[in-house]
């Protein structure tokens, strides 16, 4: 949409957006896995994928194996479907009363006695599971065999205060600036999925390039931007927050209280990784308009032929409030204390609820809202 852009595709240029979500980003594998039966024979559909925080991963899981991409959509299926919390960060009683009593001490010395701890979980788990699933030399094979033109994947630098998206991509790809977005230029890694995934407070911020950098939601005012900086002129999206909304859930059993720190904490979560793509999409319309009927208006800039944004049909939260026993224990001690238990916390849960049985519930709602709209979703990524 800005001068910079690169010029329109001659052919249509699909991208694939992952957005954050924690484990409600399950429901993105039930999409894909509905996108992969749609087009049984096509191989990797998309020239360009976007990952950010929980989204990231998938992307370049995809990215890594667009030579085989049917195979790896199963595979990330079967990640996900057997999901435990333990494989994201540690959650035995030891660890977490550890943790605890560290936040305690170093809040009541002023940081004296310890000084505080650098994030509320220890994502070690989840570190070592990226480094096995993702082959990231798999990424510039692909894109120099042509079967992908780029892969970008979101972070925060924590020292400017600026949406970074690292991207691996052909040559015909420049680096841009704008105020509070960048593209960057990077061989990907493991320290940039880390980066894009570390949600302030919950985990511990990744070093790249002597900056600190955290969830890549968090200054992402355009989330689509990257994908067009990248050629795209087709969007496939997939959101996070269902179509009910995020509002904070009353207790059954005090209605007028007001929200416990648990709730908000889920609250603040849902605005982390929602708000910005709605206002993204309504900009990307605008601008279709103006150049329909006035290109003269916006030189330089260019159209989105065709966007399909997918968000659960059912509110996540009333998956989430299906499953809270299969929460581990510790981590019910915790979301009890924070006052974000049974029903009242679901919203949070749902998006720590790393564990099989409620993803595999977002991957069947993820499946059935793809398949509902498997016309639009066919056409564009056919090319029609």
């Known amino acids: 949409m800005a001068s910079d852009l690169p010029s329109t595709p001659s052919v249509p240029a ?8 924690g484990a409600r980003s399950s429901y993105q594998v039930g999409v894909l896995k509905a996108v992969a039966e749609l087009l049984p024979e096509q191989p990797n559909p998309f020239r360009v994928i976007l990952g950010t925080s929980a989204g990231a991963v998938a992307a370049s899981v995809l990215a890594a194996r667009a ?15 057997n999901f435990h919390v333990g494989q994201v960060f540690h959650v035995g009683r030891r660890k977490m009363l550890r943790a ?28 070592d599971l990226l480094t096995r699933e993702v082959r990231w030399r798999g990424v510039g094979r692909n894109i120099r065999a042509g079967n992908l033109d780029a892969l970008a994947l979101c972070a925060t630098g924590y020292g400017t205060a600026r949406s970074v998206a690292f991207f691996e991509g052909n040559d015909r790809y420049r680096e841009w600036s704008r105020r509070n977005h960048v593209g960057r230029r990077a061989q990907l890694s493991l320290s940039h999925l880390m980066a894009s995934l570390s949600v302030p407070m919950l985990f511990a911020p990744e070093l790249i390039d002597d900056e600190f950098y955290g969830d890549g939601a968090m200054r992402q005012l355009s989330p689509l931007s990257p994908a067009l900086h990248l050629g795209a002129n087709r969007l496939l999206v997939i959101g996070m927050r269902g179509s009910a ?25 849902d605005n982390l990784f929602s708000d910005q793509i709605y206002s993204d999409l309504e900009q990307i ?26 968000t659960p049909t059912e509110d996540p939260r009333q998956v989430a409030a299906r499953h809270m026993h299969c929460l581990p224990p510790a981590l019910k001690v915790l979301l009890r204390v924070m006052g974000a238990s049974d029903q009242a916390g679901a919203q949070l849960a749902s998006y720590l609820m790393f564990e099989g049985e409620y993803t595999r519930d977002m991957i069947g709602l993820g499946y059935r809202d793809a398949m509902a709209q498997g016309d639009e979703i066919r056409r564009l990524l056919s090319g029609d």
């Open 14 to 21: 699909p991208a694939l957006v992952l957005t954050g979500g």
């Open 67 to 81: 030579n085989d991409w049917h195979a790896a959509v199963a595979a990330i299926e079967h990640v996900w479907a």
């Open 100 to 127: 605890g009593l560290h936040w305690m001490l170093s809040l009541l010395s002023g940081g004296l006695l310890l000084r505080a701890p650098r994030s509320l979980f220890d994502n070690a788990p989840l570190r």
């Open 245 to 269: 909304g995020g509002g904070v859930s009353k207790r059954r059993s005090a209605p007028d209280a007001p929200p416990s720190p648990g709730q908000l904490f889920g609250y603040a979560l």
């Open 285 to 310: 319309n605008r601008v279709n308009e103006i150049l329909q009927v006035a290109p003269q208006v916006m030189p330089g800039a260019r159209m989105v032929e065709s966007v399909v944004f997918l």
